[in-house]
């Protein structure tokens, strides 16, 4: 029997608080049929399915002699190579052997499934054609796919993977599963879960690139017998039975003898119920991070003494798990006490066990973790960037989607999308960094905020603080952000908040996309968007909304000092600041994180070589006893 322990950090299923806590469920916006085939996500694999040295007992791909495509086929029989498969259940006759996914009211633009045989068909449980229309209600299906019988009398264990797609919504109860009869069809098993952990079962509808790839351990049943095997869709939940279920390229595999798998690698500050940043100031890091990762035994046998490595360099945590049972998940973490002080950290992950230090199977048990700590917030300061997202951080896995005011019905004009971030000193916030995707327009408006987050979860759009309004120009594009200033400062006490823009396209005219970076895994609400007349949404992924603290953005291309231009901008890398005041210069250049990359001193107009640096965003700041003036400037 399958066990996975994990700690409520790694499943980060807990709504967070600030003044106070939501009394609504969040729901997912991935549930909206309203969903843009462009915010589409990859999903996350439950366990590793491929082994470098597998022995593969028994393999099925559905290709039926004589069937090409492009049309479905229907049952109540198909006879593939192995055998003939049958169809049963009440509603068996959804059963499709297919070359598209559905064609019904809500997943009409679903993408044909992908799978590494596709080209000769899959098998399809089309609920969506069956449901519509929608109304009255939608009807609840269960249908059954049954295999011939597999000779696995010679195995000594066995696992099946396959590759799967799946679409649903709206009921806190739903079953994909498969079930494993030795007694030809008489009995059978108990259901084996064909849902990945990662995907929740309420409002769970998702979009579909990509897969949910998923292992089941079989042995006890099937090792050493001829089995059948049974897929369900089983559509307990009021008004679940609908969308889709495709499934392709079934394999059964002997297991290794050793095989702890690494599925993930996080640090996390231990009061961020879970969310992981990207960047965070130093003066709102916690005293002790939780240093994990989430360890699979795919091996046949017990894993013995399970040891995480993390190493930074500059520290590193080894945790260590006395036992992992096969085909069971555990989180492998210890709690640092740790001193971070202003840099970017890289660290690498290894596990090992008694049984696997070293050989074939090792290449699974590696990963790695990457993050920012950025100056204090404090006075003089102009870039202290506090972001949940990585992007710039992240060079391992980096996984970048977008998302704006053309991705929803209703979202044109007033879209409200929203990042979490824990406040653990009084922190005066300048600003709010918005990194814009492709696919945003010149002309669009973005009003920023920080708002209660218990607030956003019952649709109240109230802010405690707002920014002026943002337009976002050529320029803006350019750099890849947008920085909307609060004036004066926000003022922020430790709580729990969201960092909000309020986006205007003026009827898609003039759209803004804003980087959704999915690299790590967050909690659900870890970002949220609200659609106006419709209701908040998590997202569960990092979205590029960050916090400006400090001095940052006060100055921003506001010329306080007279006499001095700095140009060209954008630059390939000569910055000129004329200086027509006779007065002597201090010029201090930034980088993105508000690190110096240079300082100079002038009395008459200077040059500023930054060709060695590297393209990117810069702050050059020009200051004298008369004032200041603080510009970014574009080096491409």
């Not at 653990?424 to 708002?451: C, D, P, Q």
């Not at 337009?471 to 960092?499: K, Q």
């Not at 027509?580 to 690190?595: Q, R």
């Amino acid at each position: 029997m399958k066990k996975i322990y994990l700690s409520l950090i790694f499943a980060g299923f807990a709504v967070n608080g600030a003044v106070g806590q939501s009394l609504t469920t969040p729901h997912s916006f991935r549930g909206l049929n309203q969903l843009s085939p462009s915010i589409a996500k990859e999903k996350q694999k439950l366990n590793p399915i491929n082994y470098s040295t597998k022995a593969v007992l028994w393999s099925e791909d559905f290709g039926i002699s004589g069937v090409t495509g492009p049309a479905s086929t229907a049952g109540p029989t198909f006879t593939t190579s192995n055998g003939d498969w049958t169809t049963g259940g009440a509603n068996g006759d959804v059963w499709k052997h297919s070359f598209s996914t559905t064609s019904g009211e809500w997943s009409d633009n679903a993408p044909a499934f992908a799978s590494s045989t596709s080209a000769n068909g899959y098998m399809l449980f089309d609920a969506d054609s069956v449901n519509f229309p929608v109304t009255p209600n939608y009807i609840n299906l269960t249908g059954e796919l049954i295999s011939p019988e597999i000779d696995l009398t010679g195995a000594l264990s066995a696992k099946l993977t396959m590759q799967q797609d799946f679409r649903w919504c709206c009921a806190t109860t739903h079953n994909i599963n498969v079930s494993v009869s030795s007694d030809a069809g008489a009995t059978w098993g108990t259901p084996i879960d064909l849902i990945p952990g990662a995907v929740s079962t309420n409002d769970g509808a998702h979009v579909t690139t990509g897969s949910y790839d998923i292992a089941a351990n079989i042995s006890g049943e099937a090792a050493g017998n001829t089995v059948m095997l049974k897929f369900t869709w089983d559509g307990v939940g009021s008004g679940s039975s609908h969308y889709f279920w495709v499934m392709d390229d079934i394999e059964i595999v002997e297991l290794p003898s050793d095989d702890i798998q690494m599925n993930s690698a996080y640090i996390i500050g231990e009061n961020n119920s879970g969310v992981e940043y990207g960047r965070t100031p130093s003066d709102q890091v916690d005293a002790s991070y939780i240093v994990g990762s989430g360890v699979y035994n795919g091996g046949a046998n017990d894993a013995i003494n399970t040891t995480l490595t993390a190493d930074f360099g500059s520290f590193t945590s080894n945790p260590t798990l006395a036992l992992i049972e096969s085909d069971s998940t555990y989180s492998v973490e210890a709690i640092e006490g740790l001193t971070l002080t202003p840099a970017v950290y890289t660290g690498t992950y290894t596990v090992v066990s008694d049984g696997e230090t070293a050989g074939a199977e090792f290449y699974n048990n590696t990963g790695a973790r990457e993050f920012e700590i950025t100056g204090p917030s404090a006075p003089g300061n102009p870039m202290t960037v506090y972001s949940q997202d990585g992007i710039g951080v992240y060079t391992t896995g980096v996984n970048i989607g977008s998302i704006g005011t053309d991705s929803f019905t209703g979202g044109e004009d007033g879209l409200v999308c929203a990042t979490l971030y824990h406040i653990k000193a009084s922190a005066n916030v300048a600003g709010l960094r918005v990194v814009l995707a492709s696919g945003t327009a010149a002309g669009a408006e973005v009003y920023g905020s920080i708002k209660d987050t218990s607030t956003f979860w019952v649709g109240d759009m109230t802010s405690l603080y707002t920014t002026e309004v943002g337009l976002v120009s050529t320029a803006d594009i350019a750099a890849g952000y947008i920085d909307v200033n609060f004036a004066p400062h926000a003022p922020v006490m430790p709580g729990v908040y969201y960092a909000a823009v309020e986006l205007y396209s003026n009827l898609n005219t003039n759209d803004v996309r804003i980087a959704d970076d999915e690299t790590v895994a967050q909690p659900f609400d870890a970002s949220a968007i609200y659609i106006p007349g419709d209701q908040a949404y998590t997202n569960g992924v990092a979205l590029g909304i960050r916090l400006l603290t400090g001095d940052v953005g006060a100055g921003l291309n506001e010329n306080t000092l007279t006499g001095v231009s700095i140009y060209p901008n954008p630059s390939t890398g000569l910055i000129n600041i004329t200086n027509a005041n006779a007065t002597a210069n201090t010029i201090v250049v930034y980088d993105m994180v508000g690190k110096v990359v240079t300082t100079k001193e002038a009395e008459n107009s200077t040059t500023i070589d930054l060709t060695s640096k590297g393209t990117g965003i810069y702050l050059v700041e020009v200051s004298n006893q008369n004032g200041s003036l603080l510009e970014r400037v574009v080096i491409k």
